[in-house]
């Protein structure tokens, strides 16, 4: 069964931190990997990687895929409150809108 | 643009009986998908319409259906329904057949479903 597993599962930093996100996978004929940001119902997109080595960057935010080592990274860089949310990982497959998502990292930011 | 629409946002049902939960999805966006999220599972795919027709599904029990309509509005239904069945519904929607986009999903709000 495909598997992405995500870590940690829960993360409590002060305001202005930086914290960086894994997202690991057990499979390798997937065609692109997603982040999600879940703050209260509705998963809101925020990259998707599909080359290995390519860092994609949003503001604060920046992610990386190794296919390689078959992990991906989101950075988070001077976090604010609103950061606070839970962060999603999933894998896109070739030819579906099949998702198959980690279980999500809780990301709780102190002021 | 209005985004995906999901209804209705809120139910309860006791065991045994059956739900119906609606999604529009957003204007142009002909294929549609429904996730399951559970504190125990996480998001977890049920179905993929594209053109009224199923292509994909996930691996959940007969008692979960879905269909899509002419309009590419979705239903899923879940019957006979169990305690497990508690979630939060949630419905994804994306523009395809050559038209632009990162190729994310675009989420609903999604169904909050209690059955006790």
């Known amino acids: 069964e495909d598997k992405v597993v995500q870590s940690p599962l829960s993360l409590v930093v002060h305001e202005g931190d930086t914290v960086t996100l894994n997202c690991s996978y057990e499979?390798?004929?997937?065609?692109?990997l997603l982040w999600y940001k879940q703050e209260k119902k509705a998963p809101t997109f925020l990259f998707m990687l599909t080359s290995s080595g390519i860092e994609k960057k949003s503001g604060r935010l920046s992610s990386i895929l190794d296919k390689k080592e078959l992990f991906s990274i989101l950075n988070i860089t001077a976090t604010q409150t609103g950061d606070s949310a839970v962060y999603l990982c999933?894998?896109?497959?070739?030819?579906?809108?099949?998702?198959?998502f980690g279980q999500g990292t809780r990301l709780t930011i102190n002021p | 643009k209005a985004g995906v629409t999901q209804t209705p946002r809120y139910l309860i049902k006791t065991r045994g009986q059956q739900v119906t939960l609606s999604c529009s999805p957003i204007s142009g966006h002909r294929s549609v998908s429904w996730y399951q999220q559970t504190p125990g599972q996480g998001l977890q795919f049920l179905f993929e319409?594209?053109?009224?027709?199923?292509?994909n599904k996930g691996n959940f029990p007969g008692r979960f259906s879905g269909r899509q309509f002419s309009n590419s509005r979705s239903e899923m239904n879940v019957s006979t329904l169990e305690l497990g069945d508690s979630a939060l519904y949630l419905c994804a929607s994306r523009p395809s057949g050559g038209q632009k986009g990162t190729g994310e999903l675009f989420f609903g709000e999604g169904s909050r479903l209690t059955v006790l």
């Open positions: 999933a894998l896109r497959f070739q030819g579906a809108q099949k998702l198959v």
């Open positions: 499979v390798t004929n997937f065609r692109s």
């Open positions: 319409y594209f053109s009224e027709t199923q292509r």
